[in-house]
C-alpha cells in the first residue's frame, strides 16, 4: 500500500489529478490577475476617452468664445461707427497764418462750419446742437462752407431758424457763406435763399473787405468746383495790392489750391472731404471726393496754405471712424 502510494505519487512540476484544492487556488490567482489587468486597461482606455470627450468639448467652448468675442467687437465698432462718433462734433482750435495781418486781426477767432448735409441720415436735432457750441467760443466772424442739404429742398427749409441763432462779434457783418456742389444738385437758388434768411451774406465770387481796429483783411468767396464757375480774375482783381494785401480764399472744394497756388493766393479753407469719413489706422482715409487726394487738415505748396475742415455732417452713408464731426475756431496769426 505504502509502495503503491509512493509509486503514485505524482512528481515535481506534473499536475496534480483529477483537479485538487491546490490546482483550483492557483487557477483562481491567475483569473484574478487577468481580469485585475484587465479592470485596470479598461480603466485606463475609459479615462482616456473621458479626457478625449473632454478636450473636445473645451474646443468647442474655446471656439464658442472666440466667435463670441468677434461678434460682440464688430458690434461695438458698428455701433461707434453709426451712431456714436457721426453725432459727436469735436471743436478744432487751429492757428491760421495769413501773410501781412495786420495787427487789428492778430489773435481774432473765426468759426467755420462746412457740410452740415441736412438730410434724412442727418437729423436736426443733432445740427441745432452742434451750432449752438460755436457761441460759447465767441467767434469774431463765422463762415460757412457749403453743402448745407442733402437731396431735397425740404431739409432747407429750418437754417434760417438755425443759422439765425449764431452770434459774431463783428454782428451780420462777419457772416459770410459759400455754396457747394450738393446745394446745387438740391436747389441751389432756394438754398442760397434760406442761407441769407438766416443772416448770412452768400459771396460766390465776391470779395468781402473786413476791418478790425482800421487793419484789413479780405474775404475771397470762391463758387464751387464741381457745378459752379470760380471767376479768378475778377477775385484777384478786387483785393487791392494783390497778393500783398491780407487775403482769406474761401472754397467749398479743396481741388482748387492748385490753381490757387498758381495765381498767387497765400491762404485757403474748404471742406467737402468730409476728412474721408472712414479713417484707419496708420491710413489718412479710404476714400475721398478729391481728384488730388485731399483729407483734411493743413496742405502747403511753397507759399500757399490750406486748411480743410472734416466737416458737420454724412453724405452716402451715416459713417465715421477716427475722422470725428468738426468745427474749426480758427486764431489768426501773422505770417
Known sequence: MFLDNLFNKPGRGEEKPG????????NNKRDEIEDNKNDKEGHKNKDKEEKGEKGKEGKKITRRKLIR???????????????????WPWIERVQLPIPDLGEGWIGKKIAFVSDIHHSI??????IRYSLSMINNENPDMIILGGDYVTKERKFADPLPEIL???????????KLAVMGNHDYWTDINYVSQKIREGGFKVITNQVIPLWMNGDPLYIMGADDQWCGNTDFDHLIRSVPRFPYSP????????????????????TM???????????LPF???IVTP??????DGFYRDENTLMYITRGLGTAILPVRFLCPPEITIFTLIGA
Not at 247 to 264: A, Q
Not at 269 to 279: F, S
Open 247 to 266: 487775403h482769406l480764399l474761401v472754397s467749398h472744394n479743396p481741388d482748387l489750391f492748385r490753381r490757387s497756388k498758381e495765381l498767387g493766393i497765400r
Open 269 to 279: 479753407i474748404a471742406g467737402h472731404t468730409h476728412g474721408g469719413q472712414v479713417h
Open 121 to 126: 441720415i442727418v437729423s436736426l436735432d443733432y
Open 69 to 87: 468675442n468677434i461678434l460682440l467687437t464688430l458690434g461695438g465698432v458698428a455701433g461707434y461707427t453709426f451712431i456714436f462718433e457721426p453725432n
Open 164 to 174: 439765425g441763432n449764431l452770434r459774431c462779434n463783428l454782428g451780420d457783418e462777419g
Open 19 to 26: 483537479g485538487t484544492e491546490d490546482s483550483f487556488d492557483n
Open 290 to 295: 478729391s481728384r488730388y487726394d485731399f483729407y
Open 283 to 285: 491710413m489718412k482715409g
